[in-house]
């Protein structure tokens, strides 16, 4: 699975962002796609995820602000991110994980795109 990102860059306070992130390779039916996020110095922390159901996770942090949203039969998924801070400076990474049952776990990553937010 290879994981495609885009978006990103530079904003001020306030201002709102789009990440977009394309899947492709072995997708299966079951799986969830999302954004995790790692600033300087800290572990790498969920913002928001979203099954192929339709179910969606947010960090307490970026809840009310930021949406999450996916085309399945695109496999894309895409963070709208408004009224954001400098707390929100971080590197992103889009994630797919594949939900199948008797199988262990296994995260995939995009190369990470980066937000800075200006005060």
């Known amino acids: 699975v290879q994981l495609q990102a885009s978006g990103g860059g530079l904003v001020q306070a306030g201002g709102s962002l789009r990440l977009s992130c394309t899947a492709s390779g072995r997708i299966v039916n079951t799986n969830r796609m999302g954004w995790y996020r790692q600033a300087p110095g800290n572990s790498r922390e969920l913002v928001a995820v979203v099954t192929s159901g339709g179910s969606t996770t947010y960090s307490d942090s970026v809840k009310g602000r930021f949406t999450i949203s996916r085309d399945n039969p695109k496999n894309t998924v895409d963070l709208q991110m408004d009224n954001l801070s400098p707390e929100d400076t971080a590197v992103y990474y889009c994630?797919?994980?594949?939900?199948?049952?008797?199988?262990?776990?296994?995260?995939?990553w995009g190369q990470g795109t980066q937000v800075t937010v200006s005060s």
């Open positions: 994630n797919y994980r594949p939900v199948e049952i008797y199988t262990p776990i296994k995260d995939y």
